[in-house]
């Protein structure tokens, strides 16, 4: 029986193109290894650095960044930066399990709600600064 599956997913692999549709995923049709599926991760790190390139450092809780932005402190800006590098590690790392990256996307989904709100709106007006307050 092994023999038959294995000379049909070999079979399978020449009619669709070097893919392993119908043989387990990625993986070798022999072996029955798989790849880990890094979707999820990539996703949550692509919407963090997005929400981080969005958000401003302010040392004067807001008051110097303009209306419309929001901002975190330079700590949090950097424990956030800290865990989207951590996750493109384990992102980028061959050897990693599926575990490993599950957890990984886990530990960026959680940091990104911590980071978002952390962020704080600015109250600064715009107007005020072109023309003075009245």
């Known amino acids: 029986m092994k023999k038959v599956v294995i000379v049909l997913c070999a079979l399978l692999v020449t009619l669709d193109g070097l893919s392993m ?3 387990g995923g990625s993986g070798s049709p022999t072996t029955g290894h798989h790849e880990p599926d ?13 929400i981080l ?6 040392e004067e809780y807001g008051e110097d960044i303009h209306e419309d932005r929001y901002w975190v402190s330079a700590g949090n800006w950097a424990n956030f930066e800290g865990e989207i590098s951590g996750a493109r590690r384990v ?6 399990t ?4 599950d957890d990984a996307h886990l530990d960026m989904r959680d940091a990104t709600t911590e980071f978002l709100s952390a962020r704080s709106p600015s109250e600064l007006d715009v107007n005020e600064i ?4 009245p």
Do not use: M, P
Not at 98 to 101: C, L, R, S, V
Not at 130 to 133: E, L, N, Q, V, Y
């Open 98 to 101: 599926q575990a490993q990256i």
């Open 38 to 50: 890094r979707t999820a991760l990539w996703a949550a790190i692509a919407e963090a650095q997005e």
């Open 91 to 96: 992102y980028g790392n061959n050897a990693a």
């Open 21 to 23: 549709t119908g043989c």
């Open 130 to 133: 072109a023309w003075g307050a």
């Open 53 to 58: 390139d969005s958000t401003y450092v302010s």
